[in-house]
């Protein structure tokens, strides 16, 4: 419980400093003079839950109990049904079949990528314990 606790914070601060970068950009390289404060207060809360969710659902590749598979399968679930409800509710995505597998289709690359990426770095690193340990 404190880990989720610890995360959750450090997800809500880091959604709230990359809304409050954003929106800076917009206004400094966007020419915007002025933003509306709904926008801004629904992209604002969109960041600070996507910056939760984001440091949160990894937790789920801290249940032993669990093999990797269903890990996986949890987490892609988790973070793309729930990004993509609130990309919906945000207006990120705009409604319609095209769009969502158009996400559907970049969630899985993009996802795989990053899975693979991670999953050939850990098996590295153990590799490299391994050596020490043999070593000593």
């Not at 917009?26 to 996507?50: E, K, M, P």
């Not at 319609?96 to 970049?106: A, G, K, P, Q």
């Amino acid at each position: 419980m404190r880990v989720f606790l610890f995360r959750s914070m450090i997800g809500v601060f880091f959604g709230a400093f990359v809304a409050v970068m954003v929106t800076s950009a917009l206004v400094y390289f966007g020419g915007q003079s002025s933003i509306d404060g709904t926008f801004f207060i629904n992209n604002a809360l969109g960041y600070i839950l996507c910056g939760w969710l984001f440091t949160v659902t990894p937790l789920y590749f801290d249940i032993r109990s669990l093999g990797l598979p269903m890990q996986t399968t949890l987490h892609f679930l988790t973070v793309t049904i729930v990004y993509f409800a609130l990309s919906l509710w945000i207006g990120w995505i705009p409604v319609d079949v095209t769009n969502f597998l158009l996400y559907l289709v970049i969630a899985v690359f993009v996802y795989a990528i990053g899975w693979v990426s991670f999953y050939i770095y850990f098996k590295h690193e153990s590799k490299k314990l391994n050596q020490d340990l043999r070593k000593k």
